[in-house]
């Protein structure tokens, strides 16, 4: 009976602490009202929506920073990025969907916050309203495209990224080609990379890395924050008051949000994301129905898919998973560059272990890789597995030496497209690998847990 009263005059004490330590951070928010006025809005649903913009604002960035990141020229006073993040009720998952900034949009009838002209309403590109009318005639537009009803409104520029990223101590990405980008000076070999603030801030803004361009970039973007809610749910920062005002401090003195954006709220955040992993997330972007769709006066936008976005945010108003729930303990696919069924395989045993070739291969097979079948014993004895490759199909090697961790790559010129592999003693297992996410229009719904890094290069 003592140890448990004991124990509940902690926590209750520990609650005490965590909200008198953060009572007061969100003076130092700047705030903006972003749903004056608003009226005939949607009907609220279950959870919590925040929609999540990202300007381009420069205005706080160093001289240093911005020689070092790209970071020159006048800012378009525009969004760059734009997601709905939608808290579930039960504070169990977060679910994030990009809006592509070159959206097809209609904004509502609005006064001009530049001239102050009253405007009816008209087409332009989604991240062009907050040019227009600032953060309330962006939330407007947002609903009416949606029917998802904004409960918070919270704007981050170059400056609170690049610091949210540091006070946190970096953020791990991976990727499996290379990503090499003169507009933002963006340059990461195939590998896991530790970035900083101003890193990462180049890995998100990336336009020209590949032929996806806005579309891509959103995916390295929805990959960045499932890599964020990693670092912060695994670092602890959560589950220490002191850490956590810390860092909130650091961040929110650099963010703008609506009044009703207040201590409250970081704590009930702070408290359900103490029980969030990567897992916990997922992320999509807007099913696109038409690219390049050309408006008079405005050029090429991207129309959305009425009829599966509608689908997309009624689960949202709905509270409902964007995509089916996976078992528990069901283990995540790692996204790699080439997709395992274009990949051939012999198998060899590399062991006295009589039936391990069998078992490599059939659990190579069962993963889609394209075996042979038909697994022989290796000429000699191999102290761990290796996969020999002909350097021309070294994406293919790379992607094989996924879902076989631990495993050797030795080069092999002249070998050919089969890829050779050797099992050793180490064999115990073929992890579960998948083919990259084209950026399609119809882009999928990803776990967080699917898209983070898997050990270290």
Known sequence: MRAVTALSVVVLASAGIGHALVTGLDSGIARVDAFKDMKNRPAAGHGMNVLLVGTDGRDKITERERKAYRLGGAPCHCTDTMMIVHISRDRDRASVVSLPRDSYAEVPDH??????????????????????????LTVRTVEAMTRVKIDHYLEVDFASFMRTVDVLGGVTVCTPTTLKDSYTGLDLAPGNHDLTGGQALQYVRARHVDG?????????????????????????????PMRFRDVARAVLGSVRADAGFGTNELLDLGRAMRNFSPSSSEFTTVPIGQMGYVVNGIGSTLKWDKARADRLFAALREDKPLAPVRAKHAPAATTVEVAPSSIRVRVENGTGTAGLGRKLDAALASTGFATTRQPVTAGHPVPRTVISYDPRWDRSARSLAVALPGSELRPAPGQGPVLRVTAGPDFKDVHKVKGPDTAQPDSPVVHGDEVVCQGKA
């Open 212 to 240: 996806a361009s806005d579309l891509g970039r959103m995916q390295r973007q929805q990959r960045f924050m499932a890599a964020l809610i990693e670092r912060a749910t695994s670092s602890g920062v959560l589950l220490n």
């Open 111 to 136: 006064v001009d916050q530049n001239t102050g002209e009253p405007h009816h309403a008209h087409p332009l590109k989604l991240n062009a309203a907050y040019a227009e009318g600032g953060p309330q």
